[in-house]
């Protein structure tokens, strides 16, 4: 029997060959032949598989179990194609051939060897059958690589397979299979390069797509890849150059390596540390290697776009492991549109916490609704992404398509700062920040849609929103908030989940004007105000002289934020001069304070129980976040609220008067500095008239945007008490197990199950649902996901940062320089855990947070820039902060010295 016949050197393959050595091992030749360093190797031909299908009787049994297949039941198909590989894997590879194996692998001294396939019909320019056929890694003896040499050529006969020719005409009977045998590449990082982008058929642009370790976990789809984004240009002369546009650091969370014990083959699955999970799998120097490469190959194979699979080993060597042409290389005429980018940045500032799904309707529609679409079309703005907001991994993410369109139509290029372009990812490309940065602003349709807002919507207004908010609020919001609890009391117990649903209905209603208000009050005079104050700033002074003043000019605020923690202090306060009552706030646990209170006689306790329920009466339908799932303030047994308390109560306690006096001072100071310097300018009247004028409107709408938030927060009790109430009706009657899984309906089930429209088994796979929602919320309680999505692939930007440097860089938020011991809180149940002058690190704030930041020293913030809450109330109680230093509480440790300098927006580590 001949060698050459069953056994082919991939040196010895040339293109007249591909008929017994496959499209695969032929193309790898190919690259061999041109320099190319490939992992050494031979085939198994295409003869050495029909070898085997004749010596063990196979091809008859094959053409019986197809016959048997009815291709519109994929039972059936699916039962069919499993007898078929069980057949081929209880055959025997006939004893010539093995001993050729064992032969070429004894004198190749291979140590770990990869099996894969080489099929006839494989990647062709029309049809492509990537991932059909299996590869199998690491086996480390002759009789593993017999085993999976088999098995390769069952995987030519899985459903999917069989299903795909098929589907595509191909004869079944023709399948041809040739085996690659290799030696085994141990990557250190590996992926897939497309010479063309395969999502835009932009022939310009190149992607590579990487991941630690081999290869399988990006070709298999089982983690989210580094994605990186290549220009490719020709010069004048003609030579191809190369730029990155976008770096994609994906969710990878885990890589494939091989098992690397003595006895075992294959690969297992490990889970990446959480700085390999941040960091780039590639260098820049690396990722331009790749595409030159790519380039090399694609002129190889007649310049026809390539999909490439590459590795690069522990010594740095680039090798491609297969090249095949990108099989659909022209858009469809009826293609869908580019996939939506969403991001979580604009989330940081306005919606951070993790949410519910029936949360998520009652906030998210009138914010489409009305504060999107409704505004749009007032403005004149057309062809405009309805799609505002998307729910994922129980985060709110934005519509970046909508961002950059706002961008574009009412923020000049002047104003557009670090904090603004935080919202969209690094580089070029369509959202890059440099993109954005570079957009035209359109004046004319800005001025356009000002004339439209005075003539259809005059209350959007700068110089009215705020006054007409606040009548609202004073004469209709709270009026209508104390009729709606009465008529609540009324039907509760009726156990009438319609009368109940039309009070929500109701209380919907009433919070159109709040969405028909904040929609100007929040993006566009807030952050329009906040930002033109910013730029006027570093226009008459300087860059510098603005980030160190600005913060300070928008402290000294009065609010509803600023007013519930004042109160919170007074209750602190009263606390620390009752010495008994502070020693039992302290002794005992925080859910069973409220209930002792009510048993305690004792005057001062009885004085400060008083106090306290006069504090709920005013503010307890806040609570340390916005979620509806969670309980507010009010609720006993008041855990949060008294932990709080047992932060603020310490032997030093600080008058919070002097303080307030002391920083009402130097924001005076201040602000009398910059009007002297501006006056001195040449127009300096003329100067500071227009800037201040600016500036107490982006202090009005600071204001605005705290006065609203402490209205959501009444709505959010509303709903949640009246949804509470729903869900204890489903609770009994055995719908649900808790009553607050109603949260995870959508109001349309909700409706359902009060109408018994659902069959028993429609409402089995609702509760089915119900379930899998609650368990992804629970998952991602106190996890912030990726910042950005594209279609549905996670990625964050490159990290600006390792996790072994001293020197951490982020948004200045609050002026200050303090040198102390940081403190990482991940969850609100710590927060009696602080103590006085820590500075604080945490992934986001939220107002209700805020009330210990009189004790703290300093502020960090994994997300979020300089009008998030945290930066808001730092402000306000003149301690430094830095926000937006991506994986702070990971990256600090409790107990750390840190020189933290809200100037520069830096935190340095002093000690490990």
């Given at each position: 029997m001949s060698l050459s016949l069953y056994i082919k050197d991939l040196k010895e393959i040339s293109n007249k060959n591909v008929e017994v050595v496959g499209n695969k091992a032929a193309n790898l030749a190919c690259l061999l032949r041109n320099g190319f360093k490939i992992p050494d190797g031979f085939v198994l031909t295409t003869s050495a598989y029909q070898e085997f299908l004749q010596f063990n009787d196979l091809e008859m049994k094959i053409h019986e179990f197809l016959s048997k297949i009815d291709h519109y039941n994929a039972e059936s198909l699916e039962r069919q194609a499993e007898e078929i590989r069980n057949a081929i894997v209880k055959g025997t590879i006939p004893p010539s051939i093995e001993a050729m194996v064992k032969q070429e692998l004894k004198n190749r001294k291979f140590s770990e060897v990869a099996v894969r396939s080489s099929a006839i019909a494989e990647d062709l320019p029309k049809a492509s059958f990537a991932g059909q056929y299996d590869t199998y890694l690491n086996l480390k003896s002759v009789e593993q690589v017999l085993l999976h040499l088999k098995k390769c050529y069952a995987s030519a006969w899985t459903a999917r397979a069989i299903s795909y020719r098929h589907a595509h005409q191909i004869p079944q009977e023709k399948v041809k299979l040739a085996s690659i045998i290799q030696k085994m590449i141990p990557a250190r990082c590996a992926g897939l390069l497309f010479t063309m982008n395969p999502m835009t058929f932009k022939t310009h642009e190149m992607i590579v797509e990487s991941n630690f370790g081999l290869g399988e976990s990006i070709v298999?789809?089982?983690?989210?890849?580094?994605?990186?984004?290549?220009?490719?240009?020709?010069?004048?002369?003609?030579?191809?150059?190369?730029?990155?546009?976008?770096?994609?650091?994906?969710?990878?969370?885990?890589?494939?390596?091989?098992?690397?014990?003595?006895?075992?083959?294959?690969?297992?699955?490990?889970?990446?540390?959480?700085?390999?999970?941040?960091?780039?799998?590639?260098?820049?120097?690396?990722?331009?290697?790749?595409?030159?490469?790519?380039?090399?190959?694609?002129?190889?194979?007649?310049?026809?776009?390539?999909?490439?699979?590459?590795?690069?080993?522990?010594?740095?060597?680039?090798?491609?492991?297969?090249?095949?042409?990108?099989?659909?290389?022209?858009?469809?005429?009826?293609?869908?549109?580019?996939?939506?980018?969403?991001?979580?940045?604009?989330?940081?500032?306005?919606?951070?916490?993790?949410?519910?799904?029936?949360?998520?309707?009652?906030?998210?529609?009138?914010?489409?609704?009305?504060?999107?679409?409704?505004?749009?079309?007032?403005?004149?703005?057309?062809?405009?992404?309805?799609?505002?907001?998307?729910?994922?991994?129980?985060?709110?993410?934005?519509?970046?398509?909508?961002?950059?369109?706002?961008?574009?139509?009412?923020?000049?290029?002047?104003?557009?700062?670090?904090?603004?372009?935080?919202?969209?990812?690094?580089?070029?490309?369509?959202?890059?920040?440099?993109?954005?940065?570079?957009?035209?602003?359109?004046?004319?349709?800005?001025?356009?849609?000002?004339?439209?807002?005075?003539?259809?919507?005059?209350?959007?207004?700068?110089?009215?929103?705020?006054?007409?908010?606040?009548?609202?609020?004073?004469?209709?919001?709270?009026?209508?908030?104390?009729?709606?609890?009465?008529?609540?009391?009324?039907?509760?117990?009726?156990?009438?989940?319609?009368?109940?649903?039309?009070?929500?209905?109701?209380?919907?209603?009433?919070?159109?004007?709040?969405?028909?208000?904040?929609?100007?009050?929040?993006?566009?005079?807030?952050?329009?105000?906040?930002?033109?104050?910013?730029?006027?700033?570093?226009?008459?002074?300087?860059?510098?002289?603005?980030?160190?003043?600005?913060?300070?000019?928008?402290?000294?605020?009065?609010?509803?934020?600023?007013?519930?923690?004042?109160?919170?202090?007074?209750?602190?306060?009263?606390?620390?001069?009752?010495?008994?009552?502070?020693?039992?706030?302290?002794?005992?646990?925080?859910?069973?304070?409220?209930?002792?209170?009510?048993?305690?006689?004792?005057?001062?306790?009885?004085?400060?129980?008083?106090?306290?329920?006069?504090?709920?009466?005013?503010?307890?339908d806040r609570g340390f976040t916005r979620e509806i799932y969670y309980p507010r303030w009010r609720e006993p047994p008041m855990t949060n609220l008294f932990d709080i308390l047992k932060s603020l109560i310490s032997e030093e306690w600080d008058d919070l008067e002097k303080l307030k006096l002391k920083k009402e001072k130097r924001q005076k100071l201040i602000e009398n500095l910059v009007e002297s310097k501006i006056r001195s300018q040449r127009l300096g009247f003329l100067k500071w008239k227009i800037f201040s004028t600016i500036l107490n409107f982006s202090r009005t709408y600071i204001n605005f945007r705290e006065n609203q938030r402490f209205n959501l927060d009444r709505w959010i009790t509303k709903n949640r008490k009246i949804f509470l109430a729903i869900g204890n009706m489903f609770k009994e009657q055995g719908i649900i197990d808790t009553e607050e899984k109603i949260f995870f309906f959508k109001k349309q089930e909700i409706k359902k199950v009060a109408k018994r429209t659902l069959t028993e088994q429609q409402l089995k796979k609702l509760i089915t649902n119900i379930e899998r929602r609650y368990e992804q919320f629970k998952q991602n309680e106190n996890i912030l996901p990726s910042k950005f999505l594209l279609g549905s692939r996670e990625f964050n930007d490159v990290l600006q940062h390792e996790f072994h440097d001293t020197v951490f860089q982020g948004i200045p938020a609050s002026q200050g320089l303090i040198t102390a011991r940081v403190r990482i809180l991940n969850e609100i149940n710590q927060l009696s855990k602080v103590k006085k002058g820590e500075i604080l690190v945490v992934s986001r704030t939220d107002p209700g947070w805020t009330p210990v930041f009189s004790m703290i020293g300093g502020l960090i913030t994994e997300t979020g820039g300089i009008l998030s809450h945290g930066a808001v109330v730092s402000r306000e109680y003149g301690i430094p902060a830095v926000t937006n230093i991506e994986n702070a509480c990971k990256i600090f440790q409790t107990g750390q010295l840190v020189l933290l300098n809200g100037q520069e927006g830096t935190v340095k580590i002093l000690d490990e």
């Open positions: 298999g789809g089982t983690c989210c890849p580094d994605q990186y984004i290549v220009e490719r240009k020709k010069s004048k002369k003609g030579k191809e150059t190369f730029r990155i546009l976008n770096k994609r650091i994906g969710n990878k969370n885990i890589a494939i390596i091989p098992k690397n014990t003595e006895n075992e083959h294959g690969t297992e699955v490990i889970h990446l540390t959480e700085e390999e999970n941040k960091t780039s799998s590639l260098t820049t120097s690396q990722i331009l290697e790749l595409a030159r490469m790519g380039v090399k190959i694609e002129k190889i194979f007649n310049g026809i776009p390539q999909d490439i699979e590459w590795a690069i080993d522990e010594r740095n060597n680039f090798i491609p492991l297969q090249a095949r042409p990108i099989t659909i290389l022209k858009k469809p005429e009826h293609s869908k549109q580019e996939a939506i980018m969403w991001s979580r940045g604009y989330s940081d500032d306005y919606w951070n916490d993790n949410v519910s799904p029936l949360y998520f309707e009652l906030l998210g529609d009138p914010l489409t609704k009305i504060v999107n679409m409704e505004l749009n079309s007032i403005m004149g703005y057309k062809r405009m992404d309805k799609r505002l907001l998307k729910l994922f991994k129980a985060h709110v993410y934005f519509n970046l398509n909508v961002l950059k369109n706002k961008v574009e139509n009412e923020i000049p290029k002047l104003m557009r700062n670090k904090d603004l372009l935080n919202y969209f990812p690094e580089g070029k490309g369509s959202f890059g920040k440099e993109t954005i940065k570079d957009l035209p602003f359109h004046a004319l349709r800005r001025i356009v849609a000002e004339l439209r807002i005075m003539i259809h919507d005059p209350n959007g207004s700068i110089t009215k929103t705020n006054q007409v908010y606040e009548n609202w609020s004073k004469e209709e919001f709270v009026p209508f908030c104390r009729s709606l609890d009465q008529r609540f009391e009324k039907i509760k117990n009726k156990k009438d989940v319609n009368a109940l649903l039309d009070l929500a209905s109701a209380l919907e209603e009433k919070m159109i004007t709040h969405f028909r208000l904040i929609r100007y009050g929040i993006p566009v005079h807030n952050i329009g105000m906040n930002l033109l104050v910013q730029y006027l700033l570093t226009k008459f002074l300087s860059k510098e002289e603005c980030n160190q003043y600005y913060p300070i000019l928008i402290s000294g605020l009065k609010n509803k934020l600023t007013e519930t923690n004042e109160k919170i202090h007074e209750l602190a306060s009263f606390i620390n001069v009752h010495p008994a009552l502070k020693k039992k706030m302290r002794e005992l646990p925080s859910d069973s304070i409220y209930s002792y209170l009510l048993s305690e006689k004792d005057s001062s306790f009885q004085a400060f129980l008083k106090k306290f329920n006069d504090f709920l009466e005013l503010f307890g």
